[in-house]
C-alpha cells in the first residue's frame, strides 16, 4: 500500500493511505476507496471425505485449498462457485445446488497488496466422486481427505482453517 504515493487525479505526491480502506489526496479531492472483496469456497462433501485442491501458486503454493475465488461485479455467490468449479475444474454445476453455511473474514495477499476478503462458504455434497479437468496454472492436484485426517497447518488460508475447525466440530 506504501507504494502508491501519486495522486491520479492532480499528479501530486499528496495521496494519503489511513491503513484500512481509504486513499486520499490533501491536494484535491480524490478518494479511492479499498473494500473488502467478495469471494467463495466450496465445501465439496462426499461421506466422510472432502475435497481440496493443491495450490499452484502464490499465496500458499503447494497449501491444501477449498475450490473457490472472488466473485465478479453483478455475479451472485452462487452463480461465482459454478464459475469457479467449472474453471478450476472442469465441473457443470447449477448455482441452486449450492447451500451457504457461514463466512469468515480474510487476508489475500497479493503482488505486495493485502486485499482483504469475505469469504463465503458454501456446501456441495455428491454421491459418488468426480472426474476433474484442472486448471493447472491455478492448481496443481485434487484431493479427497477424510475429515479426521485433515492437517489444518496445512490449509493455506486462515479462514479456512477457522471455518473447517468449527464446522468439523
Not at 465439496?44 to 503454493?61: M, S, Y
Request: hydrophobic letters at 35%.
Amino acid at each position: 500500500m506504501e507504494n502508491l504515493r501519486f495522486c491520479p487525479k492532480c499528479g501530486q505526491e499528496k495521496l494519503i493511505w489511513n491503513q484500512i480502506t481509504k486513499w486520499s489526496c490533501s491536494n484535491c479531492d480524490f478518494v479511492l476507496f479499498h473494500n473488502t472483496a467478495a469471494a467463495v469456497a466450496v465445501i465439496i462433501k462426499h461421506q466422510d471425505e472432502l475435497f481440496f485442491t493443491v495450490r499452484n501458486q502464490e499465496p500458499g503454493k503447494g497449501k491444501l485449498d477449498l475450490p473457490g475465488g472472488f466473485t465478479d461485479p453483478k455475479e451472485s455467490s452462487e452463480e461465482t462457485c459454478s464459475r469457479e468449479l467449472n474453471e478450476e475444474l472442469g465441473l457443470e454445476i447449477n448455482p441452486e445446488s449450492f447451500k451457504y453455511l457461514g463466512s469468515q473474514p480474510n487476508v489475500y495477499p497479493y503482488k505486495n497488496i493485502d486485499y482483504n476478503t469475505l469469504d463465503s462458504f458454501f456446501l456441495y455434497e455428491v454421491e459418488k466422486k468426480f472426474e476433474i479437468t484442472l486448471e493447472e496454472s491455478e492448481i496443481s492436484a485434487g484431493i479427497w481427505i477424510k475429515e479426521s485426517e485433515i492437517d489444518f497447518e496445512q490449509i493455506a488460508f486462515e479462514s479456512q482453517k477457522r471455518f473447517l475447525k468449527q464446522l468439523l466440530k
